[in-house]
């Protein structure tokens, strides 16, 4: 998710729903896509990436999907738990040019027990 | 022990003063980044290096400089520190290469300037 000004985008559900987040990226050559999470008071862990030769991947309880034609990113969190409370980052790479991560704003998530 | 290390954790400092945050890695990976990050700015690219003779500037190099002394180290300089330097700092590293370019944080250095 993209912020405006210094609000960070929250996303809120209950325990045990399924959560979306979503993440517009700005480059169309980037070709390596990547979600963070990071909890309150450490850096940012790596959840799951995708590659742009594919349109999703799974792993476990978490679904990354890859729309190239508008940019769009979405992490799907399935039966959301109070552990996953955290900021979501995507981040992008041209793997052609320079590599380097660029991230996303984050999506704050707050999962209500 | 942790792949990444930050060294200081949180530090204040006044305005104009020198300062150096350090970062080290066990992971043997020859790429190493510093992130800053900002509330409802997400993490912005300062310096990045992807080994020991290559340093490159990110998105907001201005008012930092950086050192690549060894494969496992890569040290962040604030020569003259003003307020608006105030933010968390990160130290990463990655494999690289079209293999994998996850990238692995330190915990994190917060620094305040006044």
């Known amino acids: 998710g993209e912020s405006v000004g210094l609000h960070l985008p929250t996303l809120s559900v209950q325990e045990g729903d399924n959560s979306i987040i979503n993440c517009a990226y700005s480059?169309?050559?980037?070709?390596?896509f990547i979600w963070y999470k990071q909890e309150s008071g450490k850096g940012p862990q790596f959840i799951i990436d995708?590659?742009?030769?594919?349109d999703k991947r799974q792993g476990q309880r978490v679904t990354v999907l890859l729309n190239k034609t508008v940019k769009h990113l979405s992490l799907q969190i399935a039966a959301t738990q109070p552990g996953d409370s955290a900021v979501y980052f995507c981040?992008?790479?041209?793997?052609?040019?320079?590599?380097?991560?660029?991230f996303g704003k984050g999506t704050k998530l707050t999962v209500n027990p | 022990d942790a792949d990444v290390t930050q060294t200081p954790r949180n530090r204040i400092t006044k305005t104009g003063k020198r300062i150096m945050l350090e970062c080290s890695q066990t992971?043997?990976?020859?790429?190493m980044y510093w992130y800053r990050q900002d509330p409802g700015l997400g993490l912005r690219l300062i310096y990045y290096?992807?080994?020991?003779?290559?340093?490159n500037k990110g998105e907001i190099s201005d008012g930092y400089s950086v050192s690549r002394q060894a494969q496992a180290k890569f040290s962040l300089s604030l020569e003259s520190a003003i307020p608006n330097q105030t933010a968390l700092y990160f130290c990463?590293?990655?494999?690289?290469?079209?293999?994998?370019?996850?990238?692995?944080f330190g915990q994190g250095t917060r620094l305040t300037v006044v």
């Open positions: 990463a590293t990655s494999e690289g290469g079209q293999l994998n370019t996850e990238a692995f």
């Open positions: 480059n169309s050559a980037s070709d390596y």
């Open positions: 981040a992008e790479s041209f793997q052609g040019g320079s590599e380097k991560l660029v």
């Open positions: 992971k043997g990976h020859d790429r």
């Open positions: 290096s992807f080994d020991v003779k290559d340093i």
């Open positions: 995708i590659r742009s030769n594919m």
